[in-house]
């Protein structure tokens, strides 16, 4: 499985950089697209390094590269995760402005009617953000913001993020144990 992953300014980096550290121990190639904001949550947000993040991936591109190979729908892959997806994004790819790598392969993966997955960030929701994502659900598009979830009584912010990545690899069909099951507890 090939899959763009991006990671841009909104809170909760953490997801993309969990996203990415899952899909290498699952073997699954990656193509790595992070925003100016994201690279700048990463170092507020996170432990982690930028360097540290673009190692998960098998391919980094710069987001102001509108020349990438994910930036074209010869360029095959099966699927592409926002995580986390700002609004300024979501807003982006809603409207078809493509003016950042970001927004460009998401455009790209709608027209090549490939899953999208965007893990929204936000709260409280204007009426403009559930506009966009009405928009967006109505073309196919998987909203998917991290709703953090009780059930399986989370024991730290690990579980928290793992419950919210593991949801996106179910889009894509991905075997992981980063969270039970319902009725597996």
Not at 117 to 123: A, D, F, K
Request: charged share 20%; proline share 3%.
């Amino acid at each position: 499985m090939r899959l763009i992953v991006a990671i841009t300014g909104s809170t909760g980096v953490i997801y993309g950089i969990r996203m990415l550290e899952t899909l290498k121990k699952l073997n699954v190639e990656t193509h790595l697209v992070i925003s100016e904001w994201g690279e700048k949550c990463i170092s507020m947000e996170t432990e982690h390094s930028v360097d540290y993040v673009k190692s998960l991936a098998i391919t980094v591109s710069d987001e102001k590269n509108m020349a990438a190979s994910v930036s074209s729908g010869t360029h095959r892959i099966d699927g592409m995760i926002v995580a986390p997806c700002s609004m300024k994004t979501l807003s982006a790819i809603a409207n078809g402005y493509d003016d950042t790598l970001v927004a460009r392969a998401a455009g790209v993966t709608i027209k090549e009617s490939r899953k999208l997955v965007l893990m929204v960030r936000e709260t409280p929701l204007s009426a403009i953000h559930l506009e966009n994502m009405l928009k967006l659900a109505r073309l196919g598009i998987v909203i998917l913001p991290p709703v953090t979830e009780f059930y399986t009584k989370p024991k730290s912010i690990g579980d928290i993020v793992n419950h919210g990545v593991g949801k996106c690899l179910d889009q894509f069909d991905l075997e992981h144990n980063l969270y039970p099951r319902w009725g597996s507890f």
